[in-house]
């Protein structure tokens, strides 16, 4: 049960979720994500985080809606100290090296499920040649809107592959109450507020538009995975989440699991520790999201998946 202060809250925060009607067609701009990032150019939407030693990984990291790409890099140099090369995403709408933030809200307010998925097809593919030159493993850790985006691609091309898959509260199963907020649907160039502390976010408030896209993507997943039992998306894969996300479903997801067979995919309920500095359970992205013991039992769920030790 939530507080109702914390129900109100969240409610506000979701009112411009609803559901879109359309499912967007983009096997074409995956397929051409995945060429286009050649010539060993990383994307200019990419930051790419070297290993402390020799490389024995590759791990690309996407984050979540409206959220700071910067919180993701405790995580990212802990991957570094384990000899794995971080690419690292900034969405469109997100990229914090604009230090005008009136004209980054301007790009989020005009992001559509196409361009994030052509992004993250390109920052695959330049993770992808890394891994190749290094023949070391391809992992990926995305977050929220990062985890369906990374299921979307899955889901849209064969060559998207990887030897294991982290993901973070997908975006993927919602709460019953974000059909309340279908009637905003209509209004693309509204901007709510944001909820999260301002260090989280990467904007002052979220476009209909993004949430729009979010959406979107979220019903084009669906309408993959409901329409062919692909092998795709069922790759090792590991959910961390809360029981209490105030956005995604941890029954959800669950039951999601189990209709499509997903039988290398397992999911994982994390806790926070009470000395966490945020109010949302959807936010787990750094210690101060989660509180030091329960980033510390993150560190460990996500070190024996991907490495075999809780070191």
């Known amino acids: 049960m939530f507080a109702p202060g914390r129900l109100i809250l969240t409610l506000l925060w979701l009112f411009s979720l609803a559901f879109s009607a359309?499912?967007?067609?983009?096997?074409?701009?995956?397929?051409?994500?995945?060429?286009?990032?050649?010539?060993?150019?990383?994307?200019?939407?990419?930051?790419?985080?070297?290993?402390s030693k020799a490389v024995k990984g590759v791990v690309l990291m996407v984050h979540g809606l409206n959220n700071n790409p910067s919180r993701f890099l405790p995580l990212a140099k802990k991957l570094n100290s384990r000899q794995q090369v971080v690419v690292l995403v900034k969405l469109e709408g997100h990229d914090m090296s604009v230090k005008n933030a009136s004209w980054r809200l301007s790009r989020f307010r005009k992001v559509t499920p196409e361009i994030w998925a052509r992004q993250f097809s390109e920052s695959y593919a330049y993770a992808r040649q890394i891994a190749n030159h290094h023949n070391a493993p391809l992992f990926a850790i995305t977050y929220s809107l990062g985890g369906l985006l990374t299921v979307n691609g899955?889901?849209?091309?064969?060559?998207?592959?990887?030897?294991?898959?982290?993901?973070?509260?997908?975006?993927?199963?919602?709460?019953?109450?974000?059909?309340?907020?279908?009637?905003?649907?209509?209004?693309?160039?509204?901007?709510?507020?944001?909820?999260?502390?301002?260090?989280?976010?990467?904007?002052?408030?979220?476009?209909?538009?993004?949430y729009n896209a979010l959406f979107s993507l979220r019903d084009q997943v669906h309408a993959r995975v409901n329409s062919k039992l692909t092998p795709g998306i069922n790759q090792a894969s590991l959910i961390l989440m809360t029981?209490?996300?105030?956005?995604?479903?941890?029954?959800?997801?669950?039951?999601?699991?189990q209709q499509n067979r997903l039988d290398r995919w397992s999911i994982v309920a994390v806790?926070?520790?009470?000395?966490?500095?945020?109010?949302?359970?959807?936010?787990?992205?750094?210690?101060?999201?989660?509180?030091?013991?329960?980033?510390?039992?993150?560190?460990?769920?996500?070190?024996?998946f991907l490495f075999n030790t809780g070191s």
């Open 271 to 304: 806790t926070k520790s009470p000395d966490n500095q945020t109010s949302f359970d959807h936010l787990m992205v750094d210690e101060a999201a989660m509180g030091k013991q329960g980033w510390q039992r993150l560190w460990r769920e996500i070190s024996v």
């Open 243 to 257: 029981e209490t996300d105030e956005l995604v479903s941890y029954s959800g997801i669950q039951d999601w699991i």
């Open 22 to 51: 359309a499912v967007v067609v983009a096997e074409e701009n995956a397929a051409t994500g995945l060429h286009k990032a050649a010539e060993g150019k990383a994307p200019d939407f990419v930051t790419v985080l070297p290993a």
């Open 154 to 210: 899955m889901l849209s091309s064969d060559e998207i592959t990887f030897n294991k898959v982290v993901l973070l509260a997908p975006a993927i199963s919602l709460r019953w109450y974000s059909t309340l907020l279908w009637p905003l649907t209509f209004f693309p160039s509204l901007t709510l507020p944001g909820f999260s502390p301002d260090e989280y976010r990467a904007n002052s408030g979220t476009p209909m538009a993004a």
